[in-house]
């Protein structure tokens, strides 16, 4: 026997499921939210975080996590020089992509 979904009942699980992403998603966010003080845009698309104990950790401008050497210098859309501290990667990375 062939089991086929109607187009009414793949709508509705599909909607359900990105309702769970979302609320997954913003929940990730609040958490992210409680931990970061500052996110600097700089030039090349990238964000630096700066978390509340003022260590750092950088996402490219895909939004991905990436490593940062401490002690770089980098350069923010407004122009001001920011020295990485830290390398806060999993920290980061944990905040955005797993729900605590």
């Known amino acids: 026997m062939k089991t086929s979904f109607t187009k009414p009942v793949l709508i ?22 409680a931990e ?5 845009e700089l030039k090349d698309g990238s964000s630096v975080y700066i978390f ?6 950088m996402e490219s401008k895909t939004g991905r996590v ?3 050497n401490p002690g770089e210098t980098m350069e923010a859309k407004d122009g001001r020089k920011i020295v ?17």
Not at 84 to 100: F, T
């Open 12 to 33: 509705a699980a599909l909607s359900l499921v990105g309702v769970v992403a979302t609320n997954a998603h913003a929940f990730a966010n609040n958490a992210l939210g």
């Open 36 to 40: 970061v003080t500052q996110i600097v």
């Open 52 to 57: 509340q104990d003022g260590k750092m950790a």
């Open 66 to 68: 990436t490593r940062m």
């Open 84 to 100: 990485m501290h830290g390398d806060e990667v999993a920290r980061l990375d944990s905040l955005k992509y797993i729900p605590n």
